[in-house]
């Protein structure tokens, strides 16, 4: 059974951190790019980042470029979402989304290419 469960939500003040975990389980980690989804209140849901755990290559929204790392760990199947310098307009539901062989800048801009999705955690970022 193919399982993604993000973990590591919460609240948190402006200018705060967060780490999200998304552990993956019952499919071939190896081969899939992961990458991080989010939808705010009556918002569309937006691509966040994205690592290829096949060749290594991340892509990022403008949005959070140089506040968010992505890094994966390929011997506990979990890919991370490193959150800093947090803003009010971070707080959404995050998702993390499984894509086989798919390119990381085409998750991220399109939403594009993903096999499996994970429930959500949530992040709320206060004033």
């Known amino acids: 059974e193919v399982q993604l469960v993000e973990s590591g939500g919460g609240l948190v003040q402006a200018g705060g951190s967060l780490r999200l975990s998304c552990a993956a389980s019952?499919?071939?980690?190896?081969?899939?790019?992961i990458g991080w989804f989010r939808q705010a209140p009556g918002k569309e849901r937006e691509g966040v980042s994205c690592i290829s755990n096949v060749d290594g290559s991340t892509e990022y929204a403008d949005s959070v470029k140089g506040r968010f790392t992505i890094s994966s760990d390929t011997a506990k199947n979990t890919v991370y979402l490193q959150m800093n310098n947090l803003k009010p307009e971070d707080t959404a539901v995050y998702y993390c989304?499984?894509?086989?062989?798919?390119?990381?800048?085409?998750?991220?801009?399109?939403?594009?290419?993903?096999?499996?999705w994970g429930e959500g955690t949530a992040v709320t970022v206060s004033t």
């Open positions: 019952g499919f071939t980690f190896d081969d899939y790019a």
């Open positions: 989304a499984a894509g086989l062989g798919v390119h990381p800048a085409v998750v991220v801009k399109y939403g594009y290419g993903l096999d499996y």
